[in-house]
Nanobody, 117 residues
Framework: VRLVESGGGLVHPVGSLRLFCAAS????????TAWYRQAPGKQRELVAT???????NYGDSVKDRFTISRDNGKNTVYLQMNSLKPEDTAVYYC????????????WGQGTQVTVSS
């Protein structure tokens, strides 16, 4: 199983970035997908989740600014991040969790997002 994140980088406040996570080695439509983030000195926190059928859920700090989506045909999950703030700076991780076995989950290596002027 392999999850490869991309799209991170340095962006000014109020700017936008789009993160990508490409999955291989799994039957993608059987997995819920999510983005988490971890800032220095802080615990990893949930950013957003999306089910195989497209149901979404967001952390309070990113609601109305971030949008999670997925393309089951391309085995890819996306995170569109708008109106970025310095406090969004973190390493962002992709996660997939089997819909019938929550103990079967996998993580990507992470991609750094830095929001700074």
């Amino acid at each position: 199983v392999r999850l490869v994140e991309s799209g991170g980088g340095l962006v000014h406040p109020v700017g936008s970035l789009r993160l990508f996570c490409a999955a291989s080695g799994i039957i993608f439509r059987l997995y819920r997908t999510a983005w988490y983030r971890q800032a220095p000195g802080k615990q990893r926190e949930l950013v957003a989740t999306i089910t195989p059928s497209g149901g979404t859920n967001y952390g309070d700090s990113v609601k109305d600014r971030f949008t999670i989506s997925r393309d089951n045909g391309k085995n890819t999950v996306y995170l569109q991040m708008n109106s970025l703030k310095p406090e969004d700076t973190a390493v962002y991780y992709c996660n997939v969790e089997h819909v019938f076995s929550t103990q079967t989950d996998y993580w990507g290596q992470g991609t750094q997002v830095t929001v700074s002027s």
